[in-house]
Every structure is written in structure tokens, then in C-alpha cells.
């Protein structure tokens, strides 16, 4: 009896690839679609996906079946998302629906169907370590490696879990599903958030919201009041265009308050700074950091890992001093912190002398 493998497949080249190898490997392969939104102009689970995905799953000779998630993916996902734009923050909704609906109830309902993996096509490697820790690692292909969104998983999560891509580059990828004669061998990427059609974070939540957020002031670093904002969740740190301020000289997003729905920008110069502390955080390969660790840090998803020494201040709580100054590290996004291509961990980017609690 071949073991069973549930495979998420999303209707891109990745996961049904994925799929393939898992399926010449000797698995008995089920593959599972999230719907995550309802309806609407959504890129995420639309019809062409959903529809990418069954022809993959006939091509390869596998069942195939779509799951709704869409009421989870909206507590679980958007409401957070939409929470944390409200506070000034900006949030990674792909590491929070890895977090609750991938790597929790679609691991949970693969088990519930007697699979004994789940797979998916993130460009991410596992490995065991002796004493029966298991590791995540970066992916082979430095261009296209996901493992700063997979930060959150933990050892359960890992010993279920399968990335047959890990070691593989995008363009190999696309070569085995054209010599497969997988239909998406040549799908494009999406490179917005999934649920938020067009790119409109300030449109989207105003309509799930069924509101809309109040303008207020645009200011000077001194405080001087320079022009209107559109509503605070429509900018981040580090924004230049889009601001609406004319100067004679470049400015930038540098501060958002709340309280006072205020809006600051100044010279790019500002928005540099050396430390920052994590909230929320997970550690994979270790239980505990018992001493300060030189390790390279990512804030961004896309950015190159730069060195700093790592502390842990508290149960879930880690302070960061880098070597260099940092760009825009913002409040929200992830601290992902790695030793070589190991991840040893990451956390929440907690907001700056507000509500931090080590």
C-alpha cells in the first residue's frame, strides 16, 4: 500500500510539479485547493487557478478536490491584515496564512484523510538533525527561496511536511513541467498580495470595512503641517510616491501616528536605524537562544540577510542590533534571523516605544 501524500495545489507551476515528483516517487497523491475568498475580483483561488489546478491533477492521473477555507481565511488572514494596517502597521499576510490555514488546518485535514505527508511547492529544504530536530533550511535557488515566510514552522509542522522544489531553480521547475506536458509549465506569477485586487490596500479594507478612513495631516519631521493625508492605511515607511507632497527636495514616509491620524515624511536619511525587537517569535533550530548570536537577519522578504547579534529578551520576544544602519524596518513585517542557509528562527517587528512587552 504506497503511502498517501495530500499536495496543496494552488493552479501554479510550483505546486503541480510538486505533485509530479511526489507521484513518481510512489505516492498514492490527493491534491487539495484552498478557496480562500468567496467571490469577487480576487486573484486568490479564482476560477482560471482552481481550474489550472484539476487539469494538472488529471494530467498526472490524481484525484483532485477544493477546499473551502473561505470563512477562516477571512478571521484567520484578512481581519488581522486589516487589524494591523489600523494599528500603523504594515503585515505579512502570506506568513499568517502559512501560519493558520496551510501548515495547521490543511495539515490538520491532511491527516484526517490518512495522508502521511503534505506537500507543497515552496522553494524551501528540510533536513533532520541528529536528535531528531528537523531543520529548515533556504532553498537552492537564491532567487526564488521562500523560507523567510515558512519562519513560523514548527517541528510537527516539519516532520509532516514535504518541499520536493527545495533544491531545484525555477527554471528547471518550468523545464520538468514542460517535458510533463503540464499546462502551466509557462503560468506568469503573481507578485501582489493574493486578495487584494489591483494592488489597493486602502480600497480593499475600506470595502471590507464598509468605510472609509478619515484624511488628516501630513507633516514635517518639526512638526509643521505640509499637506493631506488619504487615510493612514494607505502608506508605509519608506513610501515616496504617493504622498501628494511637492518639495523642492525628495521625501519619505518616516512615521505614522495613530493617535493623532498624522502622517510624517522626511529625508530618506531618517528612516535609518540600527536595532528593532520581535514579537510573536518561533525558533526552529533551537529551543532557546542562551547567549547573543552573530547572525544575519532578514526584515524583508526580498532583502539580502545582513549581520547583527540576535538576544532573546523574553519567551517570545528577541532584540536585534545590526552592524549597519537598516532601511524602513517596519513595524509588522518579519525578523527572520539565519545562520548560513539555516533559519534559526523569526518574529514579529514590534512598533517602536508603543505596547512592547519582552
Sequence with gaps: MPKRALIAMSGGVDSAVAAALMSEEGYDCVGATMKLIASGGSKCCSLEDINDARAAAWKLGIRHYVMNYTEAFTRLVIEPFISAYERGETPNPCIECNRRLKFRLLLRRARELGAEVLVS???????????????????????????????????????????????????????????????????????????????????????????????????????????????????????????????????????KSVETNTLVVGAESSLYSKSLDALRINLIACDGLTRPLRLKVKTRYLQAGQWALVEQTGPAAVHVEF???????????AAVFYDGDIVIGGGTIAPLGRDYHP
Design 121 to 255: 511547492g515552496h522553494y524551501a529544504r528540510i533536513t533532520p538533525e541528529s536528535g531528531g530536530r528537523r531543520l529548515l533550511r533556504k532553498g537552492a535557488d537564491p532567487q526564488k527561496d521562500q523560507s523567510y515566510v515558512l519562519y513560523m514552522m514548527g517541528q510537527d509542522e516539519l516532520e509532516f511536511t514535504r518541499f520536493p522544489l527545495g533544491n531545484m531553480t525555477k527554471a528547471e521547475v518550468r523545464d520538468l513541467a514542460a517535458r510533463r506536458g503540464l499546462s502551466n509549465a509557462a503560468k506568469r506569477e503573481s507578485q501582489d498580495i493574493c486578495f487584494v485586487p489591483g494592488g489597493d490596500y486602502g480600497a480593499f479594507m475600506e470595502t471590507h470595512r464598509g468605510r472609509a478612513y478619515p484624511e488628516g495631516d501630513i507633516t514635517d519631521e518639526a512638526g509643521g503641517v505640509i499637506g493631506r493625508h488619504r487615510g493612514l492605511v494607505r502608506y508605509t515607511l519608506g513610501q515616496r510616491r504617493g504622498t501628494g507632497v511637492a518639495l523642492n527636495r525628495p521625501v519619505y514616509v518616516t512615521a
Design 323 to 333: 552592524e549597519e544602519a537598516q532601511r524602513a524596518i517596519t513595524p509588522g513585517q
